[in-house]
């Protein structure tokens, strides 16, 4: 037997709207650490929750990026 799940999120949104997600997550990773965590945003549809978040895996060392 075989169970597999394939999800399609299409979130729609503003060029405006992107830019204020990227230069919330800029902010926050020149001075993350690795480990940090932290969700830049949360968006909410009718069955649907969708977190971004900043991408630990990139994260070198702290301030790393200043």
Avoid: C, Y
């Amino acid at each position: 037997m075989s169970v597999a799940r394939h999800e399609v999120v299409m979130w729609f949104t503003t060029p405006q709207r992107l830019r204020e997600i990227a230069d919330e997550m800029e902010k926050f990773w020149r001075t993350a650490i690795p480990g940090q965590d932290k969700t830049v945003t949360t968006e909410w549809g009718k069955n649907t929750e969708l977190k971004i978040l900043v991408d630990q895996d990139n994260i070198k060392s702290p301030g790393w990026m200043a």
